[in-house]
């Protein structure tokens, strides 16, 4: 398996992805990093991230699945509203790969449009709610959904509970 986890280029969750580079790394599953910089990435905490390859030149064929990594830049840099972000998406869901989305990253899927009728672990804040609800979610308080190929998790204390029920559910291995 062989996953692209996409951060925004600025205020990502530095936990998210820790959180995240280690369950891949601890259940051996390769992964590349993109973002729309080729420049570092750098998260809400000071980590630093050189994405392996720029979104732009992502080739889906080559992944099995793709994770949205939450942070403030998600709203301040609108990454929402950036067309070839959202294609992307798309095309991974046009062809059943897996999309996972942490947090306020779930915006991503509404705008894409890839959420109809699926259920979606949305976090507590008025503006994801709206969002999910509009491109017909379901939106849920649980602390992760997996709703066919989308898999929606919201941070936080648990968060490492829910990543490691999301691979046993989905028999990552």
């Known amino acids: 398996m062989h996953m692209l986890i996409f951060l925004p280029p600025t205020d990502f969750h530095d936990e998210s992805l820790s959180m995240l580079r280690l369950f891949f790394d601890r259940w051996e599953i390769k992964y590349s990093i993109t973002s729309y910089t080729s420049k570092q990435c750098t998260g809400k905490h000071g980590a630093t ?8 030149a992502v080739d889906s064929t080559q992944y099995d699945g793709i994770v949205f ?3 403030d830049s998600i709203d301040s840099a609108k990454l929402y509203d950036f067309r070839p972000l959202l294609d992307l998406t798309m095309l991974f869901d046009r062809n059943g790969k897996q ?31 709206r969002l999910v609800s509009l491109f017909h979610g379901e939106p849920s308080s649980s602390e992760f959904e ?11 204390a648990n968060m490492e509970s829910s990543i490691n029920s999301i691979f046993e559910k989905l028999n990552i291995k």
């Open 49 to 56: 991230v050189k994405p392996d390859i720029h979104t732009a």
């Open 69 to 71: 990594i939450d942070g």
């Open 99 to 129: 999309i996972w989305a942490i947090g306020n990253s779930v915006k991503i899927l509404a705008r894409a449009n890839v959420i109809k009728g699926k259920k979606v672990a949305v976090p507590k804040n008025e503006e994801s709610v």
């Open 146 to 156: 997996i709703s066919g190929n989308i898999v929606t998790i919201n941070p936080g």
